[in-house]
């Protein structure tokens, strides 16, 4: 019954190391998104793929790499964990430009 | 660069006292202003889309409203389930296929009972 799925819900890691988040929707749309939400609360794009296309990139480090196996699912890999990466990360999906709907994210804790 | 202003950043209200929460923005062609509400550990919950100045939209005890600077949240006789952090968001000219929400930085919203 979820619409947009997440795993997992909390993530605790040391710096260094190299960790995934993996994203599924169930509502047959063909876009996904990463989001970062900081300490202070403020909602950021990462990246966007469109049926396993990337679309939108932002200003991000490249050891985080998005990958997108089918329309339905969309990870987020991060290398080389740093002290700054700790946040909450949300997936979204739409259908096209439309209504973007939320995971309901996954707390990154790096230490 | 689009950007959009919430304010205030935080309301504190008694049950019942109805207020307006205020999201300003500067987008290069407005496709669409979003609301989600978004409750402590969880995601965004869409609430409205709004794509033209004058249009107005209801649900419950929320109703929203956009000119073409400004959108405000109308909370009607609030309860204390309202209380949540209410996000706005826009969606500006379709450029190179980018769909990207700008958000601004949330209004928490207390309600006393």
Known sequence: DTAVSQTPKYL??????????????NLGHDTMYWYKQD????????FSYNNKELIINETVPNRFSPKSPDKAHLNLHINSLELGDSAV??????????????????????? | EDQVTQSPEALR???????????????SGL?????????PGKGPEFLFTLYSAGEEKE???????LTKKESFLHITAPKPEDSATYLC??????????EKLVFGKGMKLTVNP
Not at chain 1, 13 to 22: L, R
Not at chain 1, 39 to 46: D, E, P, Q, T, V
Request: with cysteine.
């Open chain 1, 12 to 25: 605790v890691t040391q710096m260094g190391n190299d960790k995934s988040i993996k994203c599924e929707q």
């Open chain 1, 39 to 46: 300490s202070k609360k403020f909602l950021k794009i990462m």
């Open chain 1, 89 to 111: 990360y949300f997936c979204a999906s739409s259908q096209l430009t439309d209504t973007q709907y939320f995971g309901p994210g996954t707390r990154l804790t790096v230490l």
């Open chain 2, 13 to 27: 209200l008694q049950e019942g006292e109805s207020s307006s929460l205020n999201c300003s923005y500067t987008v």
């Open chain 2, 31 to 39: 496709r669409g202003l979003f609301w989600y509400r978004q409750d």
């Open chain 2, 59 to 65: 649900k419950e005890r929320l109703k929203a409203t």
């Open chain 2, 89 to 98: 968001a826009v969606q500006g000219d379709f450029q190179g296929g980018s």
